[in-house]
């Protein structure tokens, strides 16, 4: 993981135009609320000094040791992704280093979990989204929900997106309504293969789930909504390539040691763009 030398002063380097930041342990200032903690992912909310934005609520999103390095690779991924390709996510995101003693004090039944050797851990955080989780906002009106979703410009942008990272996890959980029609996207850890993959054998032409396309239309889907992702998928090899300096940039402080690793998730992502078209022509049962 990280050398401490790329830790200069409080709230550290960032590349000129990026919307992600490295923040030294001081940068978070105070535990507020535990969101979830399951075996694969803790999350709770903080306040945390932004260089940008002044104090701000994050959601402070961790993960046992084991699983850290490809659950950071795999949100900073998408997250970049995300933005290059206007898609709703939260203005800023972190990777924080913490002293894992800090995240003891927070999860105090995952000490295990979360314990290492050198006593520094690292966390995912993304300011706080204003809106509601889908999940809340109607929880027990599924129709109209569905009925939301389908109305919103953006879905064959986002589904085509899902397919390009190969996320399996879109649930209603993973979507914000931040406005009437209009949804933010979280979590991203459950992208190429998901967080306890073995890096170096993930297959790009492996065929991920897309849960949202599915609960919202079944097997059978409307051609304006795949003659949309195929759109959106011609956009994807520029997207990839836009972006993948600055995912190198992330991957070679985050893993300095272990080249195979980012190397893996880059080729995967690449090929992933290169294949966009084809790979959603074929799964719509588009004939050219
Ligand atoms: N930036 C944010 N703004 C507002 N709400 C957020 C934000 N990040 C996360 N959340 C909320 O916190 C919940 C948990 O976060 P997240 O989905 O990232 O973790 P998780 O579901 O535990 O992770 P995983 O599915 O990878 O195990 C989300 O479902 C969402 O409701
Ligand atoms: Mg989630």
């Given at each position: 993981?990280?050398?401490?030398?790329?830790?200069?002063?409080?709230?550290?380097?960032?590349?000129?135009?990026?919307?992600?930041?490295?923040?030294?342990?001081?940068?978070?200032?105070?535990?507020?609320?535990?969101?979830?903690?399951?075996?694969?992912?803790?999350?709770?909310?903080?306040?945390?000094?932004?260089?940008?934005?002044?104090?701000?609520?994050?959601?402070?999103?961790?993960?046992?040791?084991?699983?850290?390095?490809s659950a950071l690779a795999n949100e900073l991924a998408a997250y970049l992704l995300a933005c290059a390709d206007q898609l709703s996510v939260a203005e800023q995101a972190y990777v924080l280093i913490l002293r894992t003693e800090q995240l003891f004090k927070v999860h105090p039944n995952f000490r295990v979990e979360l314990a290492n050797d050198d006593g520094l851990s690292y966390a995912w955080v993304t300011k706080a989204i204003e809106g509601h989780p889908l999940r809340l906002l109607h929880p027990v009106n599924?129709?109209?929900?569905?009925?939301?979703?389908?109305?919103?410009?953006?879905?064959?942008?986002?589904?085509?997106?899902?397919?390009?990272?190969?996320?399996?996890?879109?649930?209603?959980?993973?979507?914000?309504?931040?406005?009437?029609?209009?949804?933010?996207?979280?979590?991203?850890?459950?992208?190429?293969?998901?967080?306890?993959?073995?890096?170096?054998?993930?297959?790009?032409?492996?065929?991920?789930?897309?849960?949202?396309?599915?609960?919202?239309?079944?097997?059978?889907?409307?051609?304006?909504?795949?003659?949309?992702?195929?759109?959106?998928?011609?956009?994807?090899?520029?997207?990839?390539?836009?972006?993948?300096?600055?995912?190198?940039?992330?991957?070679?402080?985050?893993?300095?040691?272990?080249?195979?690793?980012?190397?893996?998730?880059?080729?995967?992502?690449?090929?992933?763009?290169?294949?966009?078209?084809?790979?959603?022509?074929?799964?719509?049962?588009?004939?050219?």
């Amino acid at each position: 993981m990280f050398k401490t030398s790329d830790i200069v002063g409080g709230s550290q380097k960032y590349t000129g135009s990026s919307r992600i930041a490295l923040l030294a342990p001081e940068a978070y200032l105070t535990e507020l609320e535990v969101i979830r903690e399951n075996p694969t992912s803790l999350v709770h909310v903080a306040e945390i000094a932004c260089p940008i934005y002044g104090r701000i609520q994050g959601f402070v999103k961790t993960f046992p040791s084991r699983f850290i390095e490809s659950a950071l690779a795999n949100e900073l991924a998408a997250y970049l992704l995300a933005c290059a390709d206007q898609l709703s996510v939260a203005e800023q995101a972190y990777v924080l280093i913490l002293r894992t003693e800090q995240l003891f004090k927070v999860h105090p039944n995952f000490r295990v979990e979360l314990a290492n050797d050198d006593g520094l851990s690292y966390a995912w955080v993304t300011k706080a989204i204003e809106g509601h989780p889908l999940r809340l906002l109607h929880p027990v009106n599924e129709p109209e929900l569905q009925k939301r979703l389908r109305k919103w410009p953006l879905l064959p942008r986002v589904l085509a997106f899902d397919d390009l990272v190969a996320n399996e996890d879109r649930s209603h959980d993973n979507l914000i309504a931040i406005n009437n029609g209009v949804f933010a996207l979280v979590d991203h850890a459950e992208i190429a293969g998901g967080i306890a993959r073995v890096d170096e054998f993930l297959d790009p032409t492996m065929r991920s789930k897309n849960q949202l396309l599915s609960m919202l239309y079944g097997d059978v889907v409307p051609s304006n909504i795949s003659s949309g992702m195929m759109l959106a998928a011609e956009r994807h090899i520029e997207i990839f390539q836009q972006i993948e300096p600055e995912l190198k940039y992330w991957y070679d402080i985050l893993f300095p040691d272990s080249n195979a690793r980012s190397h893996a998730l880059l080729s995967f992502l690449n090929e992933r763009a290169r294949n966009s078209v084809p790979r959603i022509r074929q799964q719509q049962g588009f004939l050219i």
